[in-house]
Nanobody
């Protein structure tokens, strides 16, 4: 059974940085495209970033492009999201997701088969 566990969330001031981690177990992470989504209070879940199975391709939402970096370590079954220059509007619960979809579908949460429980990120002074 696939299990995803996020960690690394917390409270940070605007302009600060956080690094989220997602630990993957149950199967080999190499099989999956890995993504981060987020959901703010009262808003729909939104795509943040994705990294393809072999790590050779990444894609970001316009709102985080240039500030966030997604990476993966297949040997250690882990995925990361480095978040820099954080803004109050980045405040949300961040979720790790795993899927085997074609790359044209990676922005759609419905195409992901496995999800973590989420980690809270709060950006506030």
């Amino acid at each position: 059974q696939v299990q995803l566990v996020e960690s690394g969330g917390g409270l940070v001031q605007p302009g600060g940085s956080l690094r989220l981690s997602c630990s993957f177990s149950g199967r080999t992470v190499r099989t999956y495209n890995m993504a981060w989504f987020r959901q703010a209070p009262g808003k729909e879940r939104e795509f943040v970033a994705v990294v393809r199975r072999n790590g050779g391709y990444t894609h970001y939402a316009d709102s985080v492009q240039g500030r966030f970096t997604i990476s993966r370590d297949n040997d250690n079954n882990s995925v990361y999201l480095q978040m820099n220059s954080l803004k109050p509007e980045d405040t949300a619960v961040y979720y790790c997701a795993a899927g085997t979809q074609v790359m044209s579908a990676v922005r759609s949460g419905e195409t992901y088969a496995h999800w973590g429980q989420g980690t809270q990120v709060t950006v506030s002074s």
